[in-house]
């Protein structure tokens, strides 16, 4: 299996190394000389090899090309990033889920990994699996080891719950993700038990985190601070310190995807970060996200007119860029607001907001010049 991946992303070619946050770019020359030297069946050349030492350590000299890099073809599609949802199933029961209803169904094998295929000939290198709990899908080995086959950098949204599963395990250990991105949902049992209403979770959250991280796989944790468990958001701070990981904090929780504002109630206005001015981003231009049965919307936010990948095949993605350019306006509740220019969020989620009827404090600047 492959060491290396030698792929075009945006206007640049990479090469890059699952599970290394290192890469180094590559001259179009370069690029062009692996490329027909894949074919060809030809080694690694020297100057390829030093790289390769020179930044991951790795010992590339004698090896065939073909065996050691996944040299990646050029897309005219031009995306770098998506992710995709194996299923929207779960085996928590979070009241902050922004998904709602939870429920499980996906795509079968075939489609699915038709599906992959589009994917990573749309270009993309980096690959995001996520849910709903992506582990407990049934397809879960199978779909991480084509997309890690097929030469996609993947990172994995976990719970953590089913991390130290020998087959999970082995399986990671022996073809590493990029990433693997923990959630946390408190520091103690009671907390994180209360509020996935689930017993046992924090459990089997510590196992797979132990396991995960004696292995030595990429961790990175994501701590969620909702109104359950405030108290110990320093120890969950504290937490990801023992184990010398980074994190990030989040705590404005959105409404659900069916613009239901069930999942608002577990905010804690307390904690509300300030979010930085909404620039822009490249939804649905260089990056796209897939639900579980195949539909690509500009991002899992932004997901009305979805694109039917199943149907429409990889040409339908050309419409994304449209349809990003046409969620993005300024429309209903924002049409001509003079705050515009410095809003903290884009308009796909202003929409969810308003649908959800949330408190203008939750998402909107005028929130505090009213008061």
């Known amino acids: 299996m492959h060491e290396l991946i030698a792929a075009p992303y945006l206007d640049s070619f990479l090469l890059v190394r699952p599970g290394s946050p290192k890469a180094a770019k590559l001259p ?128 994995i949204l976990t719970n953590g719950s089913r991390l130290a599963a020998p087959k999970n395990l082995t399986l990671l250990t022996r073809h590493r993700p990029n990433k693997i991105t923990l959630s946390v949902y408190g520091a103690t049992a009671e907390a994180y038990d209360g509020l996935t209403r689930r017993k046992g979770a924090y459990r089997m959250f510590i196992k797979g985190l132990n396991a995960a991280h004696e292995a030595g796989l990429p961790l990175d944790l994501a701590l969620i601070i909702t109104r359950h468990n405030t108290h110990e958001a320093d120890a969950m701070r504290a937490l990801a310190d023992r184990y010398g990981l980074p994190y990030r904090e989040y705590t404005h929780m959105s409404p659900t995807i069916y613009g239901g504002a069930e999942s608002l109630a577990s905010q804690a206005p307390d904690h509300l970060a300030d979010r930085e001015p909404f620039r822009g981003c490249n939804a649905g231009h260089t990056f796209f996200h897939v639900d579980p049965h195949g539909m690509a919307s500009i991002c899992k936010v932004g997901r009305d007119n979805a694109v039917p990948l199943m149907a429409d095949g990889i040409e339908g993605l050309a419409r994304l860029g449209g349809v990003a350019d046409s969620l993005m306006l300024r429309t209903g509740g924002c049409t001509g607001c003079r705050l515009s220019g410095t809003c903290r969020v884009c308009r796909p989620l202003a929409k969810v907001y308003q649908e959800a009827k949330a408190p203008l404090n939750r998402y909107c600047q005028h929130a505090e010049t009213r008061s």
């Not at 020179?54 to 770098?80: D, I, N």
């Not at 709602?100 to 075939?110: M, V």
């Open 28 to 155: 179009f020359a370069e690029y062009s000389w692996l490329l027909r030297a894949a074919d060809a069946d030809a080694d690694c050349p020297t100057w390829l090899a030093d790289v390769a030492q020179r930044t991951w350590g790795v010992g590339l000299t004698g090896r065939r090309l073909r065996e050691a890099v996944a040299v990646r073809l050029l897309s005219p599609y031009g995306y770098g990033r998506a992710s995709y949802e194996l299923n929207l199933g779960c085996n928590y029961d979070c009241e902050h889920c922004y998904l709602g209803l939870k429920q499980f169904s996906g795509l079968e094998w075939p489609e699915r990994e038709r599906l992959l295929q589009v994917i990573q000939a749309a270009g993309v290198l980096w690959l995001q699996l996520t849910g709903g709990e992506p582990m407990i899908d049934k397809l879960f080995p199978e779909t991480y080891q084509m997309a890690y086959e097929l030469g996609m950098m993947v990172e």
